[in-house]
Structures are given as structure tokens and as C-alpha cells.
């Protein structure tokens, strides 16, 4: 058995998890922690795995604790750079044998739009990232825009792509969208809506578009309880489910 502890336990993403968790094989939900609850609370209920659903500005205090610990994560939420990227790699160091995965988006789905992204990449002129989700949504752009955008820009990069085409010379502000690793990401804030992207490529004479839509949040479990279930087994730092999948 797994001994798993949920941190942001009320929230949505949280909630979802620990349903996930007491109904997995080989897992058990042992801590269901929130705000306002001591992370001691973890090591008291002999957590093995801390699985992450809580916000950008308290998930580094809460990892750094885990680490220290050698209790190993599973994270889902946003908000990571190369910066704090950089920061768990060295606390990691000092914790030989503690995991951590960091999960833009554990739906499959959202894996293969951001791996096909990259491999259309290099053929086309142009590309722009379409965001949308529910308007509870803190962050803008969304974790998985901004890894898509990564996994461009690098594919870019590598094909020594031209520059994209735009002839925009006067802008009301924001009106092009955000600019990450070179690419555009435009938000789309809907009630109604759970997960979404669209990621867009054009050439001379066609237009060529990758869409991926989480209808609910079970769509995120899948990965989430192949991510407890590989940590331990997986030291150090590691960034996207990718690689807990045989992709080919
Ligand atoms: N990687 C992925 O596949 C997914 C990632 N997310 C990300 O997960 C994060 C959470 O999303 P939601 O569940 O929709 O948000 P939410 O706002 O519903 O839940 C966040 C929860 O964290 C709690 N919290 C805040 N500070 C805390 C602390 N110090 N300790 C413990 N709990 C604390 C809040 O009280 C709240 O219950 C966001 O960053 C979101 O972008 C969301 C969906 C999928
Ligand atoms: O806040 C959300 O809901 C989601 N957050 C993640 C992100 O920012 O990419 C994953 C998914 O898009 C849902």
C-alpha cells in the first residue's frame, strides 16, 4: 500500500483526487490537508506521497517541506519556471532518493496535443496558442499553455525556424495575447467551460489545428494515480507526465 496525503484536499482538483485515491488499488488516502492545516499532519499519518492541488504562491514552502522530508510529490499545480524548476533540483540534491513530478496537465489527451504540437512544429510558418477554461481560474496563461509554448519554441529553435509572420505595428494592449518562449497565448475566461486548448499552425493555403478539451476533472485522474504510483521509483526532479508513459 501507498500511504497518500492530499494537500489542497477542499479544493476542486483536491476533492477529485482523494475520491481517485480511495478508489485505487494499492493506494490509500491517509491526510486530507487545506489552508489553514499543519503539514505535520503528513508524517504524523506516515504520508509517502503528498499529491499537490493548491496555488502557485504556497506550493514551493509546501514541496521544500515534503523534500526535506523525503516524502516524494505529485504536483498538478501551476506556476512553475526555470527558476523554481532550478530551486527543487538543488533541494532534491540534498534528498537522494525523494521524487517529485511536476504535471502541467495529467489528462492524456492534453500529453499528446503538447507532444503533436511539438512535431508540427518545425513545418509551419506560423503557430498561436488558444487557452480557455472555467473563470475560477487564478492563473493566465494556463500551465499547459505555457509548457506548449516551451515545447514550441524549443522545436523551433532546433528546426532554425524563421521568425513568425506578423505585421502588427499598432496594438491595443493584450490584444495580440501574451508572448511566451516566442509564441502567442490568448485566455479564454468561460462559465461552462472545465479545460481547453487549441493550438494553431498555419502555412501558405492551410491552416492546420490541435484541440484538446477536459470535460470534467475525472479526465486528470488517470495521470494523477499513475504519477503516485511511479514516484517512488522516480528520484529526483521530473517535468511532465510524458515521462511515465510509453509513447514510442
Ligand atoms: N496539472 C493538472 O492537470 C491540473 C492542474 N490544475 C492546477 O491545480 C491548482 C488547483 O486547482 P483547483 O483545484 O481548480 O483550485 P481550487 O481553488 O479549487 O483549490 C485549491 C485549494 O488549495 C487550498 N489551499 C490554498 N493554500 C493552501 C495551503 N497552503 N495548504 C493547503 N491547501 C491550500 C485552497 O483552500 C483550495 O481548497 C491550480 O494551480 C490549477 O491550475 C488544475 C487542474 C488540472
Ligand atoms: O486550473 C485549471 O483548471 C487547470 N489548470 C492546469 C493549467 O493551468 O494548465 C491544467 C488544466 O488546464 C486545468
Request: hydrophobic share 40%; net charge negative.
Amino acid at each position: 500500500m501507498i500511504k497518500v496525503g492530499v494537500l489542497g484536499a477542499k479544493g476542486k482538483m483536491g476533492a477529485q483526487t482523494c475520491l481517485a485515491v480511495e478508489g485505487a488499488d494499492g493506494l490509500e488516502l491517509v491526510a486530507r490537508l487545506d489552508q489553514g492545516d499543519e503539514l505535520d499532519e503528513l508524517t504524523k499519518a506516515g504520508a509517502q506521497v503528498v499529491v499537490d492541488f493548491t496555488r502557485p504562491e504556497v506550493v514551493m514552502g509546501n514541496l521544500e517541506w515534503c523534500i526535506e522530508r523525503g516524502i516524494h510529490a505529485v504536483v498538478g499545480t501551476t506556476g512553475f519556471d526555470d527558476e523554481r524548476l532550478a530551486t527543487l533540483r538543488g533541494q532534491l540534491e540534498a534528498s537522494p532518493g525523494t521524487g517529485v513530478l511536476i504535471a502541467p496537465n495529467f489528462s492524456i489527451g492534453a500529453v499528446l496535443m503538447m507532444q503533436f504540437a511539438a512535431q508540427a512544429a518545425p513545418y509551419y510558418e506560423s503557430v498561436e496558442i488558444i487557452e480557455l477554461h472555467h473563470p475560477d481560474k487564478v492563473d493566465a496563461p494556463s500551465g499547459t499553455a505555457r509548457r506548449t509554448a516551451e515545447l514550441i519554441g524549443a522545436a523551433r529553435r532546433e528546426a532554425d525556424s524563421a521568425p513568425i509572420p506578423d505585421a502588427t505595428t499598432t496594438e491595443l494592449e493584450g490584444a495580440r495575447g501574451a508572448e511566451v518562449d516566442g509564441i502567442r497565448v490568448h485566455g479564454i475566461r468561460l462559465q461552462g467551460l472545465v479545460a481547453h486548448q487549441e493550438v494553431m499552425f498555419g502555412r501558405t493555403g492551410e491552416v492546420f489545428t490541435i484541440r484538446h478539451d477536459s470535460m470534467n476533472r475525472e479526465s486528470f485522474m488517470g495521470g494523477v494515480i499513475l504519477g503516485i504510483r511511479q514516484i517512488g521509483d522516480t528520484p529526483g526532479l521530473t517535468v511532465g507526465l510524458e515521462h511515465f508513459l510509453d509513447l514510442g
